[in-house]
């Protein structure tokens, strides 16, 4: 049987008040869990970088794992892992920053990508862009050219994809919420 076609944002599932009162949580399970919304999205976030040269996709913890991952075998690029605190084996840099509902502390191993090399930032949603942000301070930090950043999802009305833009990173994203 045929299966009807829907639109990737519908994939999405809306949770208020998670994880604190006023927000509302953007759950991307229900895409992942769909076979061709999944191939959609990561086709649509390789597009605009196939045919050019990135060396290495860098993911954010968590979620930005799974997309990142995929996106990577896609360029056959290598990928670069950018970790909540204390859980890289190796000497790190990292830095604290605030998001949507809460702060935290990213790391990223020194030897992580060689100098110079093209970066593609993945994740799977961006709010207030603290999150993304740290990362590309931290990308640049141990020599990173950050090529662009790619988001499933962009919160515009809280303004992190203009944050980014402002540091010269270019930003594509696939679909807004309010
Ligand atoms: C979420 C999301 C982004 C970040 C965006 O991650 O996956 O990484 O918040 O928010 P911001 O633009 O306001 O910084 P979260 O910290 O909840 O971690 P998780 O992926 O481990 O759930
Ligand atoms: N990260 C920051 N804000 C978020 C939201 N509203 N939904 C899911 N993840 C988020």
């Keep these: 049987m045929e299966r009807r076609h829907i639109a990737l944002k519908d994939s999405i599932r809306s949770i208020p008040d998670y994880p604190k009162p006023g927000i509302v949580f953007r759950d991307i399970t229900t895409l992942l869990s769909d076979p061709r919304a999944f191939r959609r999205a990561v086709d649509a976030l390789v597009h605009p970088y196939a045919g050019g040269r990135i060396d290495q996709v860098a993911g954010i913890e968590a979620r930005g794992f799974i997309l990142g991952g995929a996106v990577a075998h896609q360029l056959s690029a290598g990928f670069v892992p950018v970790r909540k605190k204390g859980k890289l084996p190796h000497k790190t840099v990292s830095i604290?920053?605030?998001?949507?509902?809460?702060?935290?502390?990213?790391?990223?191993?020194?030897?992580?990508?060689?100098?110079?090399?093209?970066?593609?930032?993945?994740?799977?949603?961006?709010?207030?862009?603290?999150?993304?942000?740290?990362?590309?301070?931290?990308?640049?930090?141990?020599?990173?050219?950050v090529v662009a950043a790619c988001f499933v999802i962009d919160l515009p009305e809280i303004g992190g994809a203009q944050k980014l833009r402002d540091l010269d990173v270019p930003v594509r994203t696939l679909m807004e919420f309010e």
Aim: net charge negative; proline share 2%; glycine share 10%.
């Design 96 to 145: 604290a920053y605030t998001l949507e509902y809460g702060t935290d502390e990213l790391e990223i191993h020194v030897d992580a990508i060689k100098p110079g090399d093209r970066v593609l930032l993945v994740d799977d949603l961006i709010a207030t862009g603290g999150t993304a942000t740290a990362a590309v301070n931290l990308l640049r930090q141990i020599g990173a050219e």
